[in-house]
């Protein structure tokens, strides 16, 4: 389905944008690898996907412009690279709010901006933004991290008007709990310091606002972007698409 297609997907080293990488490389496209991690890890799985990395650091606009010059139009972006930090608003550290922005937002913004004029040129493209369940809703302490998704949304709507009669789609996906090594491995951390057993963390913390108590797996989130790049998606622009367990729907 995607076999003519080149897709760039940013911290895809590990999480959910392997599992994005896996399934768009699984259709046929192109893969181009961003993100951190060990060097020879990335090397097997740019043998594993036939990829091609670049380890731009994505909070470096200039960083953004040289990856983008290097790896060329793309057909595909999907934009899945953050961070979190949890602190009270009044102890936020300035520097994680600004690292967190970067991150999560702006770098969004340069990715796309200068995707853009390649896909316009060729008259398709997807941009696939990873947002959050909470791009839709808030949980207190993550001030920084929140309004960089509430912002996301904004901006996927927005430049999809902008691309609308160009055959670009640009849609956001919004995963809850997603079951990735960095949960997992926050659980032994969580139940010695609250006294839980292994069920009750991630039922009563994990899973607390997920009425489904299931966590999201990696791979329906690389099966909703591989929807999204399909050609049954290509009036799909402008989209929010919630993945959450029914998180939001309360």
């Known amino acids: 389905m995607l076999s003519e297609k080149r897709a760039l997907v940013t911290g895809s080293t590990s999480g959910i944008g392997l599992a994005v990488a896996r399934a768009l490389r699984a259709e046929g496209a192109e893969i181009i690898?961003?993100?951190?991690?060990?060097e020879g890890e990335i090397s097997r799985l740019c043998e594993e996907l036939g990829a091609t990395f670049n380890g731009?650091?994505?909070m470096d606009p200039a960083a953004i412009e040289a990856m983008m010059e290097e790896v060329g139009p793309v057909d595909i972006l999907v934009n899945n690279a953050g961070m979190q930090h949890v602190s009270p608003v009044e102890d936020f550290p300035p520097e994680k709010w600004d690292a967190v922005i970067a991150l999560n937002l702006s770098a969004v913004f340069h990715t796309t901006r200068l995707a853009v004029p390649g896909m316009k040129a060729k008259g398709w493209g997807r941009i696939i933004n990873t947002a959050s369940a909470h791009s839709l809703a808030a949980s207190p302490f993550k001030s920084a991290y929140v309004a960089s998704k509430h912002a996301?949304?904004?901006f996927t709507k927005t430049i999809a008007l902008e691309l609308a009669q160009d055959g670009v789609t640009a849609n956001c996906i919004s995963p809850?709990?997603?079951?990735t090594p960095l949960v997992?491995?926050?659980i032994p951390d969580t139940m010695a310091a609250r006294g839980m057993t292994r069920e009750q963390v991630m039922n009563d913390v994990l899973l607390a606002k997920q009425p489904t108590k299931k966590f999201v797996q990696p791979e329906e989130v690389g099966a909703m972007a591989v929807f999204?790049?399909?050609?049954?998606?290509g009036n799909v622009t402008g989209a929010n698409w919630s993945i959450d367990g029914g998180w939001t729907a309360e």
């Open 33 to 38: 690898l961003n993100g951190l991690g060990d």
């Open 56 to 58: 731009a650091n994505l």
């Open 176 to 179: 809850g709990y997603v079951w």
């Open 228 to 233: 999204l790049c399909s050609d049954a998606a």
């Open 152 to 154: 996301i949304a904004g």
């Open 184 to 186: 997992e491995n926050q």
